[in-house]
């Protein structure tokens, strides 16, 4: 395994923990490898219930390393794309995983941090935790869908002022604004994510992923595109092992064992 991501298992979760402490965790190319490597075993691998993404020494992501960012001027513009790609391919591969992924959050989840901590599933973020698109204040703008995943929770106007100004947000205002599902003291978030994902972790793996895939698209579908997709998923869970095991379990007055299903597919 790379040496910039720590991986362990908390039982079914599976926690992913960036480790580029002198950095603060800034990304790199070696990062964007591990990281789609790790979940697409994840996503391989029935044991593995939900995945946990945090970062070590207390930051999340301090976004890209703007020493590595000054040699790319030197290179051409295809070239320059060709590594923005691998940023934003690690988006899409969270993106897409079909188990549950909760960003755990302390610190910094600056620039592209932000925006790998927001195309997670879920949020756990420490209140003092600070969320900035400070891309401005080099120059720059913002990549790997950061204006998009703040769209989904902020107007036009409060973007543009957060884009141009690069003022920070705090997890607690993240929280006010429905981007962090949890809200914990400082030092608490991987702990409470790891729970989180816990309990996530029980349920019907196939059924969540369809689940994941219908909310992610809902911003961008119109309502009767967004029943189509609806009912293509529900006909298929309704065929489904899980969903006799759910039924079964409710009418039968007992909990649902889903963890027996994954064990029967190893």
Known sequence: MSHVLVTR??????????HNVAARNALSPEFYTAVGHALREAADDPSVGAIVLTGAGGHFCAGGDLRQLVKRRELPVEARRARLEDLHDLIRSVRDCPKPV?????????????????????????????????????????????????AEFVSRQVLTELCLTGAPLSGERMHALGAVNRLVESGA?????????????????KAMGRIKHLCRL??????????????????????SDE??????????????????LREGSE
């Open 243 to 260: 969903s006799m095991e759910g039924i079964q379990a409710f009418l039968n007055k007992r909990a649902p064992n889903y963890i027996q």
């Open 189 to 205: 978030a991987l702990s409470h994510a790891i729970t989180l994902a816990t309990e996530i972790s029980k349920g019907p793996q």
């Open 218 to 239: 809902t911003m961008h579908h119109s309502l009767e595109e967004q029943l189509e997709l609806e009912a293509q998923s529900m006909v298929d869970a309704m065929g």
């Open 9 to 18: 298992r908390e039982g079914a979760v599976l926690v992913l923990s960036h």
């Open 102 to 150: 909760i960003a755990a959050v302390e610190g910094a989840a600056a620039g592209a941090g932000l925006s790998l901590a927001m195309a997670c599933d879920m949020l756990v973020a420490a209140k003092d935790a600070v969320f900035t698109v400070a891309y401005v204040k080099v120059g720059l703008t913002p990549d790997g869908g950061a204006t998009a995943f703040l």
